[in-house]
């Protein structure tokens, strides 16, 4: 898109909104996958699971039945 979606006319911006609701999912993530990421965007870890123990403790054992 050449223009910043807020430079639009109201019109507009509800015709492109209407566009992108009315999009199949998978094409919109064709579409997205081909966007440049912004610099100040950093994609997500792969875990986000932060393991917090103390020092020298050990997992407690699961219990089975």
Known sequence: ???KFSDLSKAE???IELW????????LDDLMSGAKLHPGVKPRP???K???RKPGTA???RATK
């Open 13 to 15: 911006q509800e015709e």
């Open 50 to 52: 932060k393991v917090s």
């Open 1 to 3: 898109m050449k223009k």
């Open 59 to 61: 997992p407690k054992p």
């Open 20 to 27: 992108y609701h009315n999009m199949d999912p998978r094409e």
């Open 46 to 48: 792969k875990s986000s």
